[in-house]
T-cell receptor
Framework: AQKITQTQPGMFVQEKEAVTLDCTYD???????LFWYKQPSSGEMIFLIY??????QNATEGRYSLNFQKARKSANLVISASQLGDSAMYFC??????????????FGQGTELSVKP | GAVVSQHPSWVICKSGTSVKIECRSL??????MFWYRQFPKQSLMLMAT?????????EQGVEKDKFLINHASLTLSTLTVTSAHPEDSSFYIC????????????FGPGTRLTVT
């Protein structure tokens, strides 16, 4: 069965520094997708970045990059140059199946990131 | 990106009444929609998968007679919480995927339900 694990309930980072949020996953499928979402206090889910299981390059989107280590089944999110607006809950999620199948997501427990001025 | 709306954004109802929450994909056709529930400081838990024109698929432990899901068209899915109780108070979020949305799931802004 699918499982996503985020072991850091809360993290602090100084403004302008980089931070890594951990995510490990478990699946028996060869084809899957990994997502990171940001959820501010308003509750909306903001898509940050996606990594497909067959993607050879680590995904990057602006200040976000995904450190994908397939053999270790980890998909850590790296946020560079943290900003005060980055303070939020961050969720790692996984979808089994190919990228255009739009399947259900299984979420990790989340990490609450606080950026200090 | 694609836009998904939810209505209402928040609702307060009395115990024993039913509440309907709508989820609409505004600029794309969503063959599949998903309903999640989130308690404070917790993760999103998938409740059910809603497919246009067919019955919803519920996750284990979710009462299908209590949480009625209808996916009447490619742009609208509804979740009805029947005979609501205080323990049903939660944040309900829908997402839409499939069709032109590709690999992403687009989330609605969520509905905060409080049952008194």
């Amino acid at each position: 069965a699918q499982k996503i694990t985020q072991t850091q309930p809360g993290m602090f980072v100084q403004e302008k520094e980089a931070v890594t949020l951990d995510c490990t996953y478990d699946t028996s499928d060869q084809s899957y997708g990994l997502f990171w979402y940001k959820q501010p206090s308003s509750g909306e889910m903001i898509f940050l970045i996606y990594q497909g299981s067959y993607d050879e390059q680590n995904a990057t989107e602006g200040r976000y990059s995904l450190n994908f280590q397939k053999a270790r089944k980890s998909a850590n999110l790296v946020i560079s140059a943290s900003q005060l607006g980055d303070s939020a809950m961050y969720f790692c999620a996984m979808r089994e199946g190919r990228r255009n199948q739009g399947g259900k997501l299984i979420f990790g427990q989340g990490t609450e990131l606080s950026v200090k001025p | 990106g694609a836009v998904v709306s939810q209505h209402p954004s928040w609702v307060i109802c009395k115990s024993g009444t039913s509440v309907k929450i709508e989820c609409r994909s505004l600029d794309f056709q969503a063959t599949t929609m998903f309903w999640y529930r989130q308690f404070p400081k917790q993760s999103l838990m998938l409740m059910a998968t809603s497919n246009e024109g067919s019955k919803a698929t519920y996750e284990q432990g979710v009462e299908k007679d209590k949480f009625l899901i209808n996916h009447a068209s490619l742009t609208l899915s509804t979740l009805t919480v029947t005979s609501a109780h205080p323990e049903d108070s939660s944040f309900y979020i829908c997402s839409a995927g499939g069709g032109l949305a590709g690999y992403e799931q687009y989330f609605g802004p969520g509905t905060r339900l409080t049952v008194t």
